[in-house]
């Protein structure tokens, strides 16, 4: 069962573009993690943000959390052809089980 | 800089067929999971382990599903018989204490079954 659904699932843009990823979710949250997957590779950890913040700065990326909405956004700024990879949000319900649900992600291409 | 290490990278294995995986977690880790992440999809948790105790398997097929932890440090999933449908890549991840903070994963283990 997958709690956040992540929008758009594909997405490719110019380097030096922005890039913007949204993820909803179902159920009230403790915490949205965002997590990096290069193909055929493990994830990495982006960022977390906390129910009560309502953004989050890491270098070029801007996370923002949206409560009211069960909505969140990864903008990545001066996008660069490394940055190409899946984009994953993963939520941690406040009710039920303590685990960390993660969306289906979107595929971000960084063309040169 | 610590790794989650995890073995094998990649596995061929015809259907009925058993399979192993083993993963060792970053010293210090007490909570680990294993994930299942279909090609194009986002990954689903098979079983989270708090020290050597299962604290969530709710989503693991224990009918051919099989995960320990014995001594709390590196851990093993087994399949078997395996089914073409569990061609997948196999995630371990470990984090120091539950969810509340990032989780850190290996390279995974790719498996076809054929």
């Known amino acids: 069962s997958q709690q956040g659904e992540e929008d758009p699932q594909a997405l490719s843009i110019q380097e030096g573009e922005n890039a913007t990823m949204n993820c909803s979710y179902k159920?009230?949250?403790?915490?949205l993690q965002w997590y990096r997957q290069n193909s055929g590779r493990g994830l990495v950890h982006l960022i977390l943000?906390?129910?009560?913040?309502r953004e989050k700065h890491s270098g070029r990326l801007r996370v923002t959390l949206d409560t009211s909405k069960k909505s969140s956004s990864l903008l990545i700024t001066a996008s660069r052809a490394a940055d190409t990879a899946s984009y994953f949000c993963?939520?941690?319900?406040?009710?039920?089980?303590?685990?960390?649900?993660f969306g289906q992600g979107t595929r971000l291409t960084i063309n040169p | 800089e610590a790794e989650v290490a995890q073995s094998p990278r990649y596995k061929i294995t015809e259907k009925s067929q058993a399979v192993a995986f083993w993963c060792d977690p970053i010293?210090?880790?007490?909570?680990l999971y294993w994930y299942r992440q279909i090609l194009g999809q986002g990954p689903e948790l098979l079983v989270q382990?708090?020290?050597?105790?299962?604290?969530?398997d709710s989503q693991l097929p224990k009918d051919r599903f099989s995960a320990e932890r014995l001594k709390g440090v590196d851990s093993t999933l087994k399949i078997q018989p395996a089914e073409l449908g569990d061609s997948a890549m196999y995630l371990c991840?470990?984090?120091?204490?539950?969810?509340?903070?990032?989780?850190?994963f290996g390279e995974g283990s790719r498996l076809t079954v054929l």
């Open positions: 993963a939520t941690d319900a406040i009710q039920g089980a303590q685990k960390l649900v």
């Open positions: 382990f708090q020290d050597e105790s299962v604290v969530d």
């Open positions: 159920t009230s949250i403790n915490n």
């Open positions: 943000i906390r129910s009560n913040e």
């Open positions: 991840a470990s984090s120091l204490s539950g969810i509340t903070g990032e989780l850190f």
């Open positions: 010293s210090g880790h007490a909570t």
